[in-house]
């Protein structure tokens, strides 16, 4: 018996107990090789001009023999001479595939897949023995490699009709943590030739089960029967001509790949060649997976190398404000040995900058051209899209800004930031905007009156994190947002409050530090009290940062400012009793802050107390 050369037992110890995440993954190896090695021979038939070899002749085969425990792959490629067995199996990371693509460099469409020499290796995590039967294309003479995988291997001669290598896997016994003779399952084996190797350019046939029934009536029965099917589809979608693609096709692929039963907003088949060489197939879904913005969701598209699946889940190749994109990648990329994760590099950097930049402008397409099926797309996403304004200091702040929508007060109806600011007039120095539930929570609000009199719009900010959004924007088109409980509205036609220090000076005495302010309202109209704010703090933000489980105990405070209506009748009120009753003058500024509070959708301290303050008023 031969020794594994050079430490090659050490390397496949290592291989077989830590390279690889799931054994499952053998299966995609065996059957990349078998492709190589067809690859290998069809090149060659070509470059050498040998007749009578068609790509259509070329397969692979996998066999289940459930008593003997053993899977079989077999192919009708190049095959290995005694000297190549030797050479290519006895070295572990010693691969032939990698040789053949150095010495054919200068050629083009070589799109051999093997790279490192240990795919082969990875049987041995589920087999406990495993022969190779292999006959090279022109020889007479077969020869058997066999080995268990820990004392080393055999060779010697053998019989098989055809070029080509056959793989007899021995599958190991089942153990209470592993259940080996899964990968006897003709269910299972199908169901891992879709994930891994559904793309592989050659058919992979098995005899599978099948049944048809027998007699008539009372006396029909059902009886199996085994029949040959093809087990890959070998044609990737997304490597067809986008002509040749029906909407159908595009939709049908992406509910059967991604699971969900609606058709996507929008379909991005796009690819580029240069500095880096790809292919992409990405959908805009309609509404947000069921997990979607639970911390159990991983974002990420697909990575296929030639057709083969590298990884379910590239985080790398999306952005987090994007995260809601399905689809899949197919590149050559420079993979780590197990083939299983990507390596960070420049070649990975541009695919997701131009994906980056593809995703954006196609989003902007939609938006422009059909706005009924943005909307349905962005009621689902919006929270992401406005969190990506938010997130890094609003460094992504310029890409999405535009992509954003909020409800036009005026117009009643979701609009962008440029329709709202190409409408404005002249005099309006802000673009207004108020936070509420509802929009119609926000319409009822006694800080938008003096900001509609005067014929600007406000947008409606229902989300949490919209005006932390806005706020993180700072401007749009050189124009400042500004809430409509700010202090300063900046308009100019405003008359100038009426001042009573003396009354107001008594009013935040006798509140203390629930409000940094009181003063006389030169904006309120019909309501006679409201809240507005100074400093960078809103009392929406406060109310937000207070919800969060990370809150600090003290909780934040906004500086609340309460505005008293001088033209309401309950300011005549007020001044009355602190002219004569500074009692019930104390009782009205409790029930003026409390109603304040309850404008503002915040909870008041005490609705008992409240109502007692309302009755002794009374």
């Not at 053949?100 to 050629?107: I, L, M, P, V």
């Not at 943005?374 to 460094?395: C, D, H, P, S």
């Not at 904006?523 to 960078?536: A, D, I, M, Q, R």
């Not at 019930?584 to 109603?595: D, F, G, H, R, S």
């Amino acid at each position: 018996m031969k020794k594994f050369k050079t430490e090659s037992q050490k390397i496949l110890d290592l291989m077989i107990n830590s390279i690889y995440t799931h054994k499952e993954i053998f299966i995609r190896e065996l059957l990349s090789n078998a492709s190589d090695a067809i690859d290998k021979l069809y090149y060659k038939s070509l470059t050498d001009g040998i007749s009578g070899l068609a790509r259509e002749d070329f397969s692979i085969q996998m066999k289940v023999d459930k008593e003997a425990r053993t899977l079989t792959i077999s192919d009708n490629g190049i095959g290995m001479t005694e000297e190549e067995l030797d050479k290519n199996l006895g070295i572990i990371a010693k691969s032939g595939s990698q040789d053949f693509k150095a010495n054919n460099e200068s050629k083009e469409d070589i799109n051999i897949i093997g790279q490192f020499g240990v795919g082969f290796y990875s049987a041995f995590m589920v087999a406990d023995k495993v022969d190779v039967i292999s006959k090279a294309y022109g020889s007479d003479e077969a020869f058997i490699w066999t080995s268990n995988g820990s004392d080393g291997y055999d060779i010697k001669k053998g019989e098989r009709e055809g070029n080509g290598s056959t793989i007899v896997l021995h599958l190991r016994p089942d153990t209470d943590e592993e259940k080996y003779s899964t990968y006897l399952d003709e269910y299972e084996i199908k169901s891992l030739v879709k994930k891994y190797s559904d793309y592989i350019r050659y058919p992979i046939k098995m005899d599978t089960t099948h049944y048809k029934t027998v007699g008539e009536g009372e006396d029909a029965k059902q009886e199996s029967y085994l029949e040959e099917e093809t087990l890959n589809s070998m044609i990737p979608l997304w490597k067809k001509s986008k002509k040749d693609i029906t909407e159908e096709e595009y939709d049908n692929f992406y509910k059967d790949t991604f699971y969900d039963n609606e058709n996507p907003v929008r379909v991005i088949h796009t690819s580029a060649e240069g500095v880096v060489d790809y292919k992409a197939l990405l959908y805009i879904p309609s509404h947000p997976q069921y997990n979607y913005y639970s911390k159990n969701f991983e974002k990420g598209l697909r990575l296929y190398t030639n057709g083969v699946l590298i990884t379910d889940c590239c985080k790398d190749l999306l952005p987090d404000y994007f995260s809601f994109v399905k689809g899949l990648v197919d590149s050559e990329l420079t993979l780590n040995v197990s083939r299983e994760t990507i390596q960070h590099n420049r070649q990975l950097t541009k695919i997701a900058e131009n994906i980056e930049k593809k995703i954006k402008n196609e989003l902007l397409s939609l938006l422009e051209s059909d706005r009924e099926k943005y909307l349905t797309f962005y009621q689902g996403f919006a929270v992401q899209l406005k969190y990506g304004i938010y997130e890094n200091w609003g460094r992504n702040k310029d890409l999405l800004q535009d992509l954003v929508l909020f409800y036009s007060y005026q117009e009643d109806k979701f609009v962008t930031l440029k329709e709202y600011v190409d409408k404005m007039g002249e005099s309006q120095k802000y673009i207004y905007y108020a936070t509420g539930k509802t929009v119609e929570a926000i319409k009822s609000l006694p800080q938008c009156d003096i900001v509609r009199e005067n014929g600007f719009d406000i947008l409606c900010l229902t989300d949490d994190i919209d005006e932390f959004a806005l706020r993180m924007l700072g401007t749009y088109n050189e124009k400042e947002f500004r809430s409509v409980a700010n202090s300063d509205l900046g308009i100019e036609n405003a008359e100038s409050p009426v001042e009573n220090k003396e009354l107001t000076d008594f009013m935040k005495e006798k509140l203390g530090d629930k409000v940094t302010e009181v003063r006389i309202s030169a904006t309120l109209k019909n309501h006679p009290v409201c809240f507005s704010t100074k400093g960078e703090l809103s009392m929406e933000m406060e109310r937000v940062l207070n919800g969060l489980p990370d809150a600090p105990k003290e909780g934040v405070k906004a500086q609340k400012v309460l505005e008293i209506s001088a033209s309401h009748p309950v300011y005549e009120k007020l001044q009355k009793y602190f002219a004569e009753d500074k009692e019930k003058a104390e009782k009205l500024t409790e029930v003026l802050y409390n109603q304040a509070m309850l404008i503002e959708g915040l909870p008041i301290e005490s609705p008992t107390k409240l109502t007692e303050l309302i009755c002794a008023l009374l």
